[in-house]
């Protein structure tokens, strides 16, 4: 069984930035793809960015394509997420899981975006 913890969400204004954390336990993370997601309030999970797990290849959703860089450190089990330009609508819980999920959720990790 592989626990998710996601973390480094908070409140940022318009046009900041953040960056998340990921720690898998239980299980190494480094022979699967890894994704980030999100869900807004009254709204459906959505992937967000993805890496490839030997290739290193990363893959953007639309809205965040040029803001956002996902990135790996196998060696300690653990994803990143580099969010710059945050807008309001990146306002959610973000979660990581292998892409596609297999694993249970954590239990996120909040991002606000207000003035």
């Known amino acids: 069984q592989v626990k998710l913890v996601e973390s480094g969400g908070g409140l940022v204004q318009p046009g900041g930035s953040l960056r998340l954390s990921c720690a898998a336990s239980?299980?190494?993370?480094?022979?699967?793809?890894m994704g980030w997601f999100r869900q807004a309030p009254g709204k459906e999970r959505e992937f967000v960015a993805g890496?490839?797990?030997?290739?290193?290849?990363?893959y953007y959703a639309d809205s965040v394509k040029g803001r956002f860089t996902i990135s790996r450190d196998d060696a300690k089990n653990t994803g990143y997420l580099q969010m710059n330009s945050l807008k309001p609508e990146d306002t959610a819980v973000y979660y990581c899981?292998?892409?596609?999920?297999?694993?249970?959720w954590g239990q996120g990790t909040q991002v606000t975006v207000s003035s």
């Open positions: 239980g299980r190494p993370f480094s022979r699967y793809n």
């Open positions: 899981n292998t892409n596609p999920p297999r694993h249970v």
């Open positions: 890496i490839g797990w030997s290739s290193g290849s990363t």
